[in-house]
């Protein structure tokens, strides 16, 4: 299997790295310049692509490691070649672009794989095998918080215009609405509040949603781009009629002091990590490459991919408006 990435910055990088760990081969990098994929692809022993179109016609799976608002595009083209595809969450920056992307990828009878990675994580994974095991009863109250600091790149950071990447509740909150969603099922309404939306000039942002599931559990989501780098924490707390489910990343650190000012060598992204020798990256990555080759089943579909983007929207939305916003049944 030849993989193309598209993308080589801080999340090419990464999926790069857990490709290397699969059987696969990486084919090559397609990048906004070439010297970005260069240095990849020298790593890699790989190709450097001129054109997405070119690494689309050379290999067997796309892998869209690229800024949100490019991905609806890039599926689309390479769904139209029949290729393989793996995308970056958050699958697309509307909701009718996710629709059309798994539209045109079921029609070609490709396999369009999204990337919540979270899911892959061994402490989110256990704990959502202790709620399916009954062993804390119905899930009534969920409590999920993941804080970094604001994405920072030496040009052009599309982190930080909000057409291109809809900000710290589709960019970073979108994994916890997705894990949220995963653990107690559909999301009725979502009520939220955003510093960035409040206040745009502000230097940090915040979000806080609460969610309602159909099943009438409550899940509270945070999300902070406020912690100097190279910080990265995240937090879930799991209530049931009959038990609790806790961890939190910081718990072993008994006191911590933490500046604002920049750190020698902070990725340009915060990466939460994990305690376990295979990164999570990787985790993934395997598991869809046997989807890819052996068709089995992946603990993430691409309607999971857009019924996250439809949450974080109506997040989106209800810190604008200050109302509470249904979530439409599809």
């Not at 310049?33 to 790593?43: D, F, H, P, V, Y």
């Not at 920056?93 to 045109?104: E, K, L, P």
């Not at 209530?239 to 961890?247: N, Q, S, T, V, Y």
């Amino acid at each position: 299997m030849r993989v193309g990435i598209a993308g080589a910055g801080f999340m090419g990088t990464v999926h790069a790295a857990a490709w290397a760990e699969t059987e696969a081969t990486i084919a090559g990098f397609v990048a906004e310049t070439s010297g970005e994929a260069g240095r990849l692809a020298e790593q890699y022993q790989a190709r450097v692509y001129p054109t997405f179109e070119a690494m689309v016609a050379d290999v067997d799976v796309i892998d869209i490691c690229t800024p949100t608002h490019l991905h609806y595009e890039m599926v689309l083209q390479a769904a139209a070649t029949g290729r393989q595809i793996i995308c970056e969450k958050p699958l697309a920056r509307t909701v009718a672009q996710g629709q059309a992307m798994i539209a045109t990828c079921r029609q070609a009878g490709v396999k369009l794989l999204v990337a919540h990675v979270v899911r892959f994580f061994p402490e989110y994974a256990l704990a959502k095998a202790t709620v399916d095991a009954g062993q804390i009863g119905r899930p009534a109250v969920i409590r999920l918080a993941r804080g970094s600091y604001r994405p920072k790149k030496p040009v052009g950071n599309w982190f930080l215009d909000f057409e291109k990447s809809g900000g710290i509740m589709l960019d970073l909150m979108i994994h916890d609405f997705d894990y949220a969603r995963w653990v107690a099922g559909e999301v009725e309404s979502v009520f939220a509040r955003n510093v960035g939306q409040t206040w745009p000039a502000a230097s940090v942002d915040y979000g806080m949603a609460i969610l309602k599931h159909r099943s009438g559990a409550l899940s509270h989501v945070a999300g902070a781009w406020a912690y100097p780098p190279p910080t990265f924490r995240t937090r879930l707390e799991i209530a049931g009629e009959a038990g609790l489910i806790e961890f939190d990343s910081a718990a072993a650190a008994p006191i911590e002091l933490l500046l604002q000012k920049e750190a020698a060598g902070a990725p340009d992204v915060g990466l939460p990590s994990s305690p376990v020798s295979e990164s999570p990256y990787t985790t993934q990555l395997k598991e869809f490459y046997a989807a890819l080759v052996h068709d089995r089943p992946v603990r993430v579909s691409a309607e999971d991919g857009l019924a996250a983007v439809q949450i974080a929207l109506a997040a989106i939305e209800s810190a604008g408006s200050g109302k509470a916003v249904k979530i439409a049944t599809n």
